[in-house]
């Protein structure tokens, strides 16, 4: 039967850092007061106008050159953001166009937070239909774009950054081999944009009261991250057969220190085995968990068993077994 397989990883952060000494001096804020409650220290922001086709483009490019492949042999890529350049089109056909995949059909897809376990899933049924043999996962977002530098709460969290995966196909056991995926249409009024679409089109007044940047309900959404992402880790390793000990990494999606301790306690995985780099790049949503991936490449084993784990707006929330396809430390 044959399976899809992540084959090499592509990834992107903006050069430029914002930090918390950096934020302290436009908001009400410290080093101190984020650090001990998400854990982050700095973050990248994406200037000079550059929009979030840019990253996208950066992360497939660098995949490419990586793994060699013939951009036109690309036959879909689909794109995991929330912050695409334009309502439409698709920044996934921005993407397809300016990397040279001019063969490549292309969309996006929007979960949020959870958006890459969700369209690795989507991603590898085209492979697994045998129809396709080439397809290139892009995930990131351009958070700095919607986040309200007034609001001390939200600012600290977010940052900037895109990764891509390419995805083939395979009939070793390895592969992207099981997924759950979750939704809770009841967490709408808890985490959104409240403003910019159908049911609240802009206005001067929307755009007076922030309406257009990040709104989130801390305390719900930590409860319900805290809980939701631990629990459908542990469903997935349950459903696998698989034990602590042969857990090879944890890859969560990097939302809050605090709620990725508490799903690697769940586990009972040591912290050396979970992919953290939120105290450098904060959340940049859809694109954390790929650009563990690209940072832990070189690190990573043919047939390591990693457990992507993530929770997002709407609620959705999901957790990927994938067993790794070949040596990083090759690439």
């Not at 709460?153 to 995966?165: I, Q």
């Not at 196909?169 to 409240?194: F, Q, Y």
Request: proline share 4%.
């Amino acid at each position: 039967m044959v399976n899809a397989v992540i084959t090499g990883v592509g990834g992107y952060i903006p050069e430029d850092i914002l930090t918390n000494e950096d934020l302290s001096k436009i908001v009400d804020t410290s080093d101190e007061w984020i650090m001990s409650r998400v854990g982050i220290r700095e973050r990248r922001v994406l200037k000079g106008g550059k929009p979030m086709s840019y990253m996208g483009v950066q992360a497939v490019n660098d995949l490419i050159g990586k793994t060699g492949i013939d951009p036109e042999s690309v036959e879909g890529i689909i794109c995991a953001t929330s912050t695409g350049d334009y309502h439409f089109p698709p920044v996934a056909s921005i993407i397809s166009y300016q990397s040279g995949c001019s063969k490549a059909f292309a969309y996006d897809i929007q979960a949020a937070c959870s958006g890459f376990v969700y369209l690795l899933e989507t991603a590898a049924n085209y492979i697994r239909s045998g129809r396709y043999k080439r397809i290139i996962a892009v995930a990131g977002d351009m958070m700095t774009a919607i986040t309200n530098y007034t609001d001390r709460t939200t600012c600290p969290l977010f940052g900037d950054g895109c990764g891509a995966v390419l995805i083939e196909p395979t009939n070793e056991s390895v592969g992207i081999l099981d997924s759950i995926l979750r939704t809770d249409g009841s967490g709408l009024p808890h985490l959104l944009m409240k403003a910019g679409g159908s049911a609240r089109i802009p206005s001067y007044e929307t755009v007076d009261n922030h309406e257009h940047t990040v709104y989130q309900d801390g305390k719900v959404v930590f409860k319900r991250a805290v809980s939701e992402m631990a629990d459908v880790a542990a469903e997935i390793v349950e459903r696998n057969g698989l034990k602590k000990d042969n857990i090879d990494w944890i890859v969560p999606h990097q939302a809050n220190l605090r709620i990725i301790d508490a799903a690697a306690r769940r586990l009972e995985v040591p912290v050396e085995k979970v992919m953290i780099n939120i105290q450098r790049y904060g959340n940049t949503s859809s694109g954390s968990i790929p650009l563990c991936l690209w940072e832990w490449e070189s690190k990573l084993k043919k047939g390591d068993n990693l457990i992507l784990a993530a929770f997002g707006a709407g609620f959705t929330w999901g957790a990927t077994y994938v067993k790794w396809g070949y040596d990083g430390s090759d690439t």
